[in-house]
């Protein structure tokens, strides 16, 4: 035992204290505070399109020209060849076609290049809001009926449950806290599993690309070597998790009497965000993140060479990228889907779905349990797998890819259960 805290505590120490780490840990704060800085000095320094506008009604023109957004502003022009003129010379940013005299309003922009979609999409919103005055004009309606009929409906839902008598009870609905939460930890599920796969690989790699290992079998045994450079590496990662939960938790009492952060926490229960929920979906996140470095440490043993662990890490880079992306696209716009309902219960990927079909509610606490422990087994029996895999293949060295080196390894152990 005490050889492999050694072993685990020097691969823990080794990457820890590298540069890699650290800029690992500090890349997601320069990048937001890069985009916190950029924000602010685009909202500082941004000036203000200056769109020409070309329409055959001047009262609608000198009305749209009085009216200002934060994004852009109106100049009438008399034609359009003195709008092209003005746009060439840069004194115009684009300018806009506007025809009101048809039964429908046309509008065409003409610009250089794009004003952004946020600026586009007002204008589009602005042209429907001058038809719908139009229309109402020719109808005779007034303002009073205008708006109306442009009042939306108003649709609420509603969380129900039943009780043993059969009567329906009414609850807060949290899917929607509970959805951003579940994407929020498959996205780091999924950061995490391609940042270490061939940081675990390559540890595991290492020794027997250096043709070393007879010496460090010599002193202790394969399995405590394996099992000791796949804690260190965990650890390493937990490390991470840990740092970011703890910014998270320092940010949160910055920010906690911000009126957006109120307004998005006003209303929520705690008790169902905090209750079964978060608890499964940090056991998926757990489980994903052993298993996942299991499998890598795995891919890692079947190399001959460290610089062959990038090929060998790619199935695991696949399995993960299926799980997380059927349960990004799947999970919020079909969770009734029996893709995902299947898919929610298979190792490896489970731990990508269940945690959305928990946030939207399409599962019950026994479904949730059932995958706990199919993942669970079989992350027990992958591990064993591995260690006595690496245990018969640490000192073949095949150069026939993995493929040929795990089969090779399988035959080995085979013939040592023979014996």
Not at 230 to 256: C, F, H, R, S
Request: charged content about 15%.
């Amino acid at each position: 035992m005490n050889k492999f805290w050694i072993i685990a505590s020097d691969v823990y120490k080794k990457n820890v204290k590298s540069v890699s780490f650290v800029i690992m840990i500090l890349v997601p704060f320069l990048v937001m505070g890069i985009i916190y800085v950029a924000g602010s000095l685009a909202g500082g320094f941004s000036e203000e399109t200056k769109v020409g506008l070309v329409s055959d009604n001047p009262k609608v023109a000198e009305e749209l020209a009085k009216s200002k957004t934060d994004d852009y502003t109106f100049k009438v022009v008399k034609s359009q060849k003195e709008a092209e003129k003005q746009l060439k010379d840069k004194d115009i940013e684009a300018f806009l076609v506007l025809e009101t005299e048809s039964k429908q309003v046309q509008g065409k922009l003409y610009a250089e290049s794009s004003l952004g979609t946020t600026t586009e999409l007002m204008m589009s919103q602005m042209l429907n809001g001058l038809q719908s005055s139009l229309n109402a004009g020719k109808l005779n309606l007034t303002p009073e009926q205008l708006a109306s009929l442009s009042q939306p409906a108003n649709f609420k839902k509603t969380k129900v449950s039943f009780d043993k008598d059969g009567k329906m009870t009414t609850g807060q609905d949290n899917t929607a806290i509970q959805s951003a939460v579940s994407f929020v930890v498959t996205i780091i599920l999924w950061v995490i599993i391609i940042t270490y796969a061939s940081i675990i690989a390559q540890e595991i790699a290492s020794e027997k690309g250096t043709r070393i290992m007879e010496v460090i079998l010599s002193s202790t045994k394969a399995q405590t070597h394996f099992y000791g450079k796949l804690t260190g590496v965990i650890l390493v990662a937990l490390t991470q998790i840990v740092i970011y939960a703890g910014a998270i938790g320092i940010g949160y009492t910055q920010l906690k009497n911000l009126d957006m952060v109120k307004g998005f926490l006003s209303g929520l229960s705690s008790a169902n965000l905090f209750g079964s929920f978060l608890f499964f979906t940090l056991i998926f996140f757990v489980l994903g993140v052993l298993v996942y470095s299991v499998l890598a440490a795995l891919c890692g043993s079947l190399v001959s060479k460290p610089e062959d662990t990038a090929k060998a890490v790619q199935p695991i880079i696949y399995i993960a990228m299926i799980g997380y992306f059927i349960g990004i696209s799947l999970g919020t716009t079909d969770p009734q889907n029996i893709v995902i309902k299947v898919s929610s219960y298979i190792p490896l990927i489970s731990s990508f779905i269940m945690p959305i079909r928990l946030a939207s509610e399409t599962v019950t606490t026994a479904g949730a349990i059932i995958s706990v422990m199919i993942l669970i087994v079989f992350g027990l029996l992958l591990t064993m797998f591995s260690a006595k895999l690496y245990k018969s293949n640490v000192l073949v060295y095949s150069e026939g890819g993995v493929w040929k080196s795990l089969k090779q390894s399988i035959s080995i152990l085979k013939n040592e259960r023979k014996k």
